[in-house]
């Protein structure tokens, strides 16, 4: 679970966190709070496992594209989640 930007209590369940882009909002399981992520924050760690991800479409050998296609996906997920702060909806 992740700490809730409004109860500070560990309420948002980590796979919510992990599909979690702007617009979209997290609900608390304890106190109900809502809370999202801002665009800056959510950009700025999808960007490296996208550019992975577009580089592997370039690559010439298949253990190659799987590597860049792997290491990127485990980045926009790993990323956000780790370094992305919620916010206060």
Do not use: D
């Amino acid at each position: 679970m992740i700490r809730c930007p409004h109860c500070q209590k560990a309420g948002v369940p980590m796979l919510r966190k992990a599909i979690l882009s702007p617009g979209l909002l997290a609900r608390c399981k304890l106190c109900q709070g809502e809370s999202t992520l801002h665009y800056r924050g959510w950009l700025s760690t999808m960007t490296p496992g996208s550019l992975l991800l577009v580089a592997a479409l370039f690559a010439e050998s298949p253990t190659s594209e799987w590597l860049l296609n792997g290491t990127g996906l485990g980045l926009l997920i790993a990323l956000p989640l780790w370094l992305a702060p919620l916010h206060p909806e």
